[in-house]
């Protein structure tokens, strides 16, 4: 069975610095998607970003960038000039590319920004 | 377009009520999900629907039953509710494909006294 790991249950950082939240994975699949999801205190879950396993080039979506290391199964997010409205719980998860759509979420990193 | 709608957003339950969650999107999708999420622990998967006409089970099914109505709306059934049932409950829905993304309903935080 796949398992999504976050080892850091707690981030915080300086606004406008960058802040790095970490994540691991097992998976026997060679084809597969990983996402960052952002859960604020509204509790709604947003996407965050989007890596394919079978693409090298890292994913990045504007202040938001992934570090994906397919032999090390590690999927990182980067948050550049990071801004108080990126507050929230983060989570890592997995999706593998056959059979049913299931995500795999790990067991979220709380991000706080100090002004 | 109000994309994964829930029902109700709060619920408190006494041991051994019964209640049904409900979720219907507006966006043409196949796939629909129901999570559930403690506190320090990611989303657990309950049931799935990965199309109208069939469910099945995913990590945490005991206790609940699911029904896909129709295309729009999947429904999550509490026969018996425990207090270990108490948590906030996730609707999500997919196209269903290769490339698809799951978006997520706002929640309902059901307590179980």
């Known amino acids: 069975a796949q398992t999504v790991t976050q080892s850091q249950p707690e981030m915080s950082v300086q606004e406008a610095e960058t802040v790095t939240l970490s994540c691991t994975y097992d998976?026997?699949?060679?084809?597969?998607?990983l996402f960052w999801y952002k859960q604020p205190p509204s509790r709604q879950m947003i996407l965050v970003i989007r890596?394919?396993?079978?693409?090298?080039q890292n994913a990045t979506e504007n202040r938001f960038s992934v570090n994906f290391q397919k032999a090390a199964k590690s999927f990182s997010l980067k948050i550049s000039d990071s801004q108080l409205g990126d507050a929230a719980m983060y989570f890592c998860a997995y999706r593998r590319n056959k059979g049913a759509q299931k995500l795999v979420f790990g067991q979220g990193t709380r991000l706080t920004i100090n002004p | 377009n109000a994309g994964v709608t829930q029902t109700p957003k709060f619920q408190v339950l006494k041991t051994g009520q019964s209640m049904t969650l409900q979720c219907a999107q507006d966006m043409n999708h196949n796939s629909m999900y129901w999570y559930r999420q403690d506190p320090g622990m990611g989303l657990r998967l309950i049931y799935y629907?990965?199309?109208?006409?069939?469910?099945d089970k995913g990590e945490v099914p005991n206790g609940y039953n699911v029904s896909r109505l129709n295309k729009r709306e999947f429904s999550l059934r509490l026969e018996s509710a425990a207090p270990s049932q108490t948590s906030v409950y996730f609707c999500a829905s997919s196209v269903q494909g290769a490339s698809d993304t799951q978006y997520f309903g706002p929640g309902t935080r059901l307590t179980v006294l």
């Open positions: 998976t026997s699949e060679s084809d597969y998607y």
């Open positions: 629907s990965a199309s109208e006409g069939t469910t």
């Open positions: 890596q394919e396993a079978y693409k090298q």
